[in-house]
């Protein structure tokens, strides 16, 4: 491990790193949002039927539970760097694509290549930032990149409607082509990002870890500092396997459980909350279709500026537990009580949306902080394919069960899978606050390890390049 970056003092350039890496969550954001404001469009436009529409919508989510797994272990193996830009490539030329398509199978399988791509995104980026950020730093950057998700998401719902009301719902061609505007801004953002020294040291590339570490901290650092524990070092080429060891195997299980549990219920939200809240009285309409949508998602988004402050000072553990115990707590309100006033449960949900704002912030924290190097992105690629099975489900079933079930058992799945969440966080979430990167406590402790403070020795002016 290094102390030296684990101490380095936070810069301009971490800065820059975090809002680069952003560009994934960002994206993911919107491009999962943007098609349900684009099918207002495009199911009169194509003639889609219901199981169409469904399949648009699951293709993303799908296209994410594959590319999450399949490039966490190849990035891994190759690297972060070049992963870095390849996957946005292929998000603008995605992006572009759509924009001519006038067959469901085609748009299916675009987004389903789209889906891949962002699933990619997160263990290259957030692996990439964890793997450069001071300790003292760590938690509030990574829990950050889920903000983006957030504003991407409100943004694709203004985008939506502003199309709709200056083009009309045939310019639903211009909003699935519009994420290649963003792609292309972070493509240029991301020039000059530099590979993680940590993974160069794994990989025997210890002189070019010095070299970026020199270069982009102005500290000098020797390289046996960089390299990783020989055991880890020996079983690097296990990928998934490893993860499937002691210690790994609960940590792994722990991070796809508490986010499928957390991202179920959620994405059903997001995707049907007008749907619920017309269940309870809300008028319905495009209005609230796209401004009444991304409002929820605002409000997802604000929960999480407390979240980040107290996974810091209060630590991870404490902060996903309590959030997990009082999300269930509006769901279950509905549940027992389905003929609520509308107010009522425009409250309700908007409490449970603010309340999510704890496992928002640690869904890549905890997963970039509990494993090593050698199959840190293949961890994230776990969890976020993992999560992407209860985004599936819950967006799939939450519609049936409104019409088959009713509003008052829905709600209640929804809380029981919620508590189901609580019970993985209450026997299994580890404490690595201030922990050096990859070396939080051995499985069954809670008390985090502190990295020891070792003064850097910074490098001349001159000599950063």
């Avoid at 998000?91 to 398509?101: D, E, N, T």
């Avoid at 930032?129 to 957030?150: C, F, M, N, S, T």
């Avoid at 524990?229 to 079983?235: I, S, T, W």
């Avoid at 059903?268 to 619920?276: K, V």
Wanted: aromatic share 8%.
């Amino acid at each position: 491990m290094s102390q030296t970056i684990d101490n380095a003092p936070y810069t301009a350039f971490h800065r820059r790193l975090a809002l680069a890496c952003s560009g994934g969550p960002l994206l993911d954001g919107y491009i999962l949002s943007i098609v349900g404001v684009a099918l207002i469009g495009m199911r009169p436009d194509l003639g889609l039927s219901t199981a169409e529409v469904s399949l648009i919508g699951a293709a993303a989510l799908v296209g994410m539970f594959v590319g999450g797994a399949l490039f966490g272990v190849l990035t891994d193996k190759i690297g972060r760097e070049v992963m870095y830009t390849a996957d946005l490539l292929v998000m603008v030329a995605c992006s572009v694509l759509s924009f001519w398509v006038d067959d469901v199978w085609a748009i299916v399988v675009l987004r389903f290549v789209l889906g891949m791509a962002v699933a990619a995104d997160y263990p290259i980026a957030t692996s990439l930032l964890a793997e450069w950020l001071p300790a003292k730093h760590r938690g509030r950057l990574l829990g950050q990149q889920i903000v983006a998700w957030y504003a991407g998401s409100v943004l694709a719902y203004v985008v939506g409607y502003l199309f709709l009301e200056l083009a009309g719902p045939g310019s639903w061609r211009w909003m699935l082509a519009s994420s290649t505007v963003l792609c292309v801004v972070f493509l240029v953002i991301r020039r000059g990002s530099p590979e993680s020294p940590r993974w160069l040291a794994a990989n025997g590339r210890v002189g070019d870890a010095v070299r970026v570490v020199e270069k982009h901290l102005g500290v000098r650092v020797d390289g046996r500092e960089l390299m990783p524990d020989p055991a880890e070092r020996a079983r690097r080429s296990s990928g998934l396997r490893l993860l499937m060891t002691p210690p790994y195997r609960r940590r792994t299980l722990f991070c796809g459980l508490f986010f499928l549990c957390q991202v179920g219920p959620l994405f059903a939200m997001l995707t049907f909350g007008p749907q619920i809240l017309s269940s309870f009285g809300m008028p319905g309409g495009t209005v609230m279709e796209t401004l009444g949508t991304g409002l929820i998602s605002l409000v997802f988004l604000l929960g999480c500026y407390p979240a980040l402050r107290l996974i810091d000072t209060k630590g991870r553990r404490p902060v996903i537990i309590w959030s997990f115990a009082l999300m269930a707590v509006p769901l279950a309100l509905l549940g027992v009580w389905p003929s609520a006033p509308a107010a009522v449960a425009l409250t309700a949900l908007c409490a449970y949306a603010f309340l999510c704002g704890g496992p928002n912030v640690l869904d890549w924290t905890y997963p970039n902080e509990l494993f090593p190097t050698e199959i840190r992105a293949t961890a994230v690629g776990v969890a976020t394919s993992v999560s992407r099975i209860g985004a599936a489900v819950g967006t799939y079933l939450l519609p049936l069960s409104l019409t088959g079930l009713g509003t008052g058992p829905t709600m209640l799945i929804a809380a029981g899978t919620t508590a189901l969440g609580l019970l993985v966080c209450v026997l299994w979430a580890e404490e690595t606050r201030g922990t050096a990167l990859g070396a939080a406590p051995a499985a069954g402790r809670t008390a985090a390890a502190k990295a020891p403070a070792v003064p850097a020795q910074r490098v001349p002016q001159t000599a950063r390049g």
